[in-house]
């Protein structure tokens, strides 16, 4: 049997909503008598709950979710699925209650329903937080039951065939939504379908005019290729019947958003787009399509590199199929898609396609489309909770949305699925966060490799972790999956507030000595009628805000006395302050201890330390003009002296006057290298056609380290001029 259809000029064509009694004859082929009564109640519940509104169209308000309820049936969902679809607006648009639907359908729907309402009732900041709120909820209502995400995909849907009702601009914001967040779950969920209407959809409400225009283009264009696709076509099916196989040979739609993104990201013309034959070949077996692939394969010369199994191995939607790419006459290519039955059904309808719930509940087996799609759904919430706010949650998982997958190997030879441009760093937080935080090297295919190597498929990787380890800030511009940035962010930020409190509890004691106190010996009672006039959360609390440079320790430690002399003895005078003790610097404290740039203090300079919210504690040089502006604000100003051993470079600009030379950068670096000195950063500036003047970054120790790379660098016969640059 062949069968043969190409493109489907009008995609997404809404269907008139029919009638409670038309869904109930179409879904008497799947459900008992009884499941179908049941649904038929859940609709005229819903007929009399939503009594009285119409849609913007002017219909009544039952019609669309009895559409929804009709989307899903085309899938074959259960029962419950298509009565929470009949009832998933009624919490939201009618009086009725969750309680009410959990006494008349059951506990079960009436979570459904739940998990599908939006948060319409509560005020956001933005549209774009909106958005993420209503997502992190439909995420935690998927965890409990994944059917939620599928109802909430057929109510998208029929809103998306129903949006010519709607204000353009409102029209515009739902098909970008769409866009970027609905069309991509469905995606990941498998529902090709779904997802190809989604896009067009989409693409005709958001840029009408280049759909049309592409439409028309394409349909030009098919008319004047169909002798050449039926020619292809015959000539398949003749090579399989003469191999004794039984197959449909079905012309592969191009659907028009596919194109126009094809068009954009590959600069291409329509002409070079279409000038691509697709050709989906369907048989009864796995066996009978590797024996079609050989067929094929001998009919037409293969494009070496274009052959992809995803029979054995999987997307990670559940999508299993083999793709090739053929030379065919005159050296236009085919794209063919080889696959079964039951692969085509889990294709065009995903997770909907292989439904595990019964009435017995019984667990989704292992690697089944269920599995994948409760594994997604768990590191969504993983996501959710380590992520700081619902607008970074959101972009994380815009970017999980999208992958192009590679397949690497562990050392023990299990397959690990990631993203394309993923990393050794995205694979060690793939395996467990632990081991992403612990990381400190990689091996790829047994050699030593850097972190930042992009992967690819086939290969063998091995993470080598240490104890104590911590994340680098780096990592952040080249991981690429959610998972790992999230990761990477959460335990910086952890990081980050640990520090805080160390750095802010040593910056209160440093405040309290000035006054001639310890904080040892402040009793704790003081301290929490601190917490609880200063309505911190914490004693920890404070000490991190200090830390921050959200609060400053000198007037806390004032506050601090006060409170504890009022307590003690009713005195409300302030002890008189001694003279202000300075705070050690080590060069090791961390994110909240920062060095300026606009003066480059090194040890051995007078220095002197500016309170500045979110960096903690800026050094600068004293005379540094920054420094001196904030003077007149002592309460941002922290004492500060250089510890007696620093064992690190601290980085200083130099400015360097030279007669132009061949190869006197080389000649420069030589000599900083020469005294020990690192070059971090290095520009050229011409003043003149003789002169040169360069600005050198260099990490120095001390003054006297940097005293001795300048005599060095004065020595070239080519310098004129030797400075320390500050800003």
């Not at 409102?170 to 609905?182: V, W």
């Not at 004794?244 to 787009?273: C, P």
């Amino acid at each position: 049997m062949h069968q043969y259809s190409f493109f489907n000029p009008n995609p997404g064509k809404v269907e008139p909503a029919g009638s409670i009694d038309a869904l109930a004859k179409s879904l008497s082929d799947y459900l008992s008598a009884d499941q179908v009564n049941q649904v038929r109640r859940a609709y005229y519940y819903a007929e009399q709950a939503h009594e009285g509104q119409n849609r913007r169209s002017g219909e009544p308000y039952v019609t669309h979710p009895l559409a929804v309820a009709t989307i899903l049936s085309e899938m074959h969902m259960d029962a419950q699925s298509l009565m929470a679809a009949m009832l998933h607006d009624v919490i939201e648009d009618t009086s009725v209650t969750k309680q009410g639907l959990s006494n008349q359908f059951g506990d079960v729907v009436a979570e459904l329903v739940d998990g599908v309402s939006k948060l319409t009732r509560i005020e956001f900041q933005s549209k774009a937080e909106q958005q993420a709120e209503n997502f992190q909820k439909m995420a935690l209502a998927m965890a409990k039951d994944i059917r939620v995400i599928l109802v909430k995909l057929a109510d998208r849907l029929h809103n998306m065939r129903t949006l010519g009702a709607m204000p353009p601009e409102k029209r515009r914001r739902i098909a970008r939504e769409t866009l970027e967040i609905y069309a991509p779950i469905a995606q990941r969920l498998g529902m090709h379908n779904i997802r190809v209407e989604f896009e067009d959809l989409g693409f005709m409400s958001m840029h009408p005019m280049r759909a049309r225009r592409i439409k028309k283009s394409i349909t030009t264009r098919f008319g004047d290729r169909k002798k050449t696709i039926s020619h292809i076509r015959e000539s398949i099916e003749n090579c399989l019947t003469e191999e004794g196989h039984t197959a449909n040979v079905i012309g592969r739609e191009k659907h028009l958003f596919s194109i126009y993104t094809k068009m954009r990201n590959k600069r291409k013309s329509l002409k070079e787009i279409m000038d691509l034959y697709a050709f989906r070949i369907v048989v009864d077996s796995v066996d009978t399509c590797y024996r079609v692939l050989g067929c094929v394969h001998s009919l037409y010369k293969p494009v070496p590199g274009q052959f992809k199994d995803y029979i054995a191995i999987p997307k990670a939607n559940g999508y299993q199929s083999l793709h090739t790419v053929l030379f065919g006459l005159e050296g236009v290519p085919i794209e063919i898609q080889i696959r079964t039955h039951e692969m085509e059904e889990m294709a065009n309808n995903g997770i909907a396609a292989h439904w595990l719930y019964k009435s017995n509940e019984q667990e989704p087996k292992r690697n089944s489309s269920h599995a994948r799609a409760r594994q997604w759904v768990q590191g969504l919430l993983e996501m959710q909770e380590r992520a700081g706010d619902s607008l970074e949650f959101i972009e994380n998982v815009k970017i999980d949305l999208f992958p192009d997958e590679v397949y690497v190997f562990t050392p023990r030879g299990d397959i690990m699925e990631l993203p394309a441009g993923a990393t050794a760093v995205d694979f060690a937080y793939s395996v467990h966060s632990d081991i992403g935080n612990s990381c400190v090297a990689c091996r790829i295919n047994r050699r030593l490799a850097p972190l930042s190597e992009t992967l690819q498929s086939g290969q063998t990787v091995e993470v080598i972790t240490t104890p104590g380890a911590q994340p680098n800030p780096a990592w952040l511009h080249f991981v690429v999956t959610a998972k790992a940035r999230t990761g990477i962010r959460h335990h910086l930020k952890h990081q980050r507030k640990t520090e805080a409190v160390t750095l802010g509890r040593r910056m209160l004691e440093r405040a309290l000595a000035s006054m001639d106190e310890n904080l040892a010996d402040i009793e704790d009672k003081y301290l929490i009628q601190l917490v609880d006039s200063t309505h911190a959360k914490s004693t920890d609390n404070i000490y991190e805000q200090i830390g921050m440079g959200n609060r400053v320790a000198y007037l806390t430690a004032r506050q601090l006395i006060n409170l504890r002399d009022e307590i003690r003895d009713g005195d409300d005078k302030l002890r008189a302050p001694l003279t202000r003790q300075s705070m050690v610097i080590h060069g090791t404290e961390g994110f909240l201890v920062n060095f300026a740039r606009c003066c480059y203090p090194i040890p051995g300079d007078h220095i002197v330390g500016i309170v500045s919210s979110e960096k903690g504690v800026v050094v600068h040089c004293e005379n540094c003009h920054n420094s001196i502006e904030l003077s007149s604000q002592p309460e941002r100003v922290v004492p500060l002296s250089w510890a007696e051993n620093i064992d690190r470079d601290f980085s200083v600009e130099m400015k360097i006057e030279i007669t132009k030379q061949r190869g006197i950068i080389a000649v420069l670096a030589t000599r900083v290298n020469g005294a020990d000195g690192s070059i971090e950063k290095i520009s050229v500036e011409d003043e003149n056609p003789k002169i040169s003047t360069i600005h050198l970054v260099v990490g120095v120790r001390s003054r006297v380290h940097l005293a001795n790379v300048m005599r060095r660098i004065r020595n070239i016969p080519a310098v004129i001029k030797v400075t320390r640059e500050r800003h």
